[in-house]
């Protein structure tokens, strides 16, 4: 394990930028970004804060920033008729 702190460009749906650890919880990250991800259960049952991560769903709520090659990621909010 390197003790170097990586982090990872994200590209939020609201135009912000901002630079993450990996392993940052989403929902931190977002609320670093200005936005708040919509929670329900915040156990990863209920799918209220699913997010898409350059183009694969995941659940803020239970899930981190992961490394990415490109070190950047591009959020998008899953499918959903709120946003
Ligand atoms: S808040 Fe329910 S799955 Fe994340």
């Given amino acids: 394990m390197s003790t170097t702190t990586r982090k990872v460009h994200v590209l ?3 135009g912000h930028q901002t630079i993450e650890s990996i ?12 936005i708040a991800i919509p929670t329900g259960c915040l156990g990863g ?9 350059n183009g694969k769903v995941v659940r803020a709520c239970i899930s ?9 990621l591009t959020v998008e909010f899953a499918t959903d008729p709120y946003w």
Avoid: F, H, M, Y
């Avoid at 989403?26 to 200005?34: F, I, K, N």
């Avoid at 981190?64 to 950047?72: A, C, D, I, N």
């Fill in 23 to 34: 392993g940052t919880d989403w929902l931190q990250a977002a609320a670093d970004a200005g």
């Fill in 45 to 53: 049952s209920c799918g209220a804060c699913e997010i898409e991560v």
């Fill in 64 to 72: 981190t920033v992961p490394p990415s090659k490109s070190r950047q």
């Fill in 12 to 14: 939020w749906p609201n």
